[in-house]
């Protein structure tokens, strides 16, 4: 691949929120796309991550369970959001009590769902990171079998899809670019 097929490839990528066919997301796909994707950037090799997969058939008892730990108020809207996508990769990264690991880590887990989201795109599988509250409710931990010394970073909604997302404007980089001299 060129450099110029990976900026395009990298400028054409969006969040698909919605709209997602009806071609299953298997198991099989997301973990082809996440042996090449592992292939992040990681501090002292630590690859701090691990995935939680749920599919389409499973997604409804899944999507029960974490909207229990919402007001009964919001379950059903809960609930509902969580049905939404053709599957959920709850993606969990090891945290640290050194700040410095602890960023390094997320670093890591950010570069990690990139590389994800760009392979994914190639195969029209649409993705979103979502970081709702409930990543961090400790309800939400207990049930997802999260470790002490982990948090969840995010669920990546998943779907194929058939239209791509519009293009939004992106804030000039002459805008958020300084040069220090002194």
């Known amino acids: 691949m060129s450099r110029t097929e990976l900026a395009r490839l990298i400028r054409e990528r969006r969040a698909v929120k919605t709209g997602y066919n009806n071609k299953k997301v298997t198991k099989e796909t997301v973990m082809q796309l996440l042996e090449e994707s592992i292939w992040a950037p990681t501090h002292g090799m630590r690859q701090p991550w691990r995935f939680l997969f749920v599919d389409k058939d499973h997604l409804p008892s899944f999507a029960k369970k974490i909207a229990s730990t919402y007001p009964e108020e ?78 969840i970073a995010g669920f990546i909604h998943m779907g194929y899809f058939d239209e791509v997302p519009e293009e939004k404007e992106r804030i000039p980089l002459a805008d958020k670019f300084e040069v220090f001299e002194g």
């Not at 090891?94 to 195969?123: C, H, R, Y």
């Open 74 to 151: 919001r379950q059903e809207n809960r609930e509902n959001y969580l049905n939404e996508p053709n599957a959920i990769l709850v993606v969990i990264m090891e945290t640290s009590d050194i700040p410095k690991q602890w960023d390094e880590n997320f670093g890591a887990v950010s570069a990690m769902i990139q590389n994800f989201w760009l392979l994914a795109w190639e195969e029209k599988l649409g993705i979103v990171w979502k970081t709702n509250p409930h990543i961090y409710d400790e309800k939400v931990k207990d049930i997802l079998g999260v470790k002490e010394n982990e948090k």
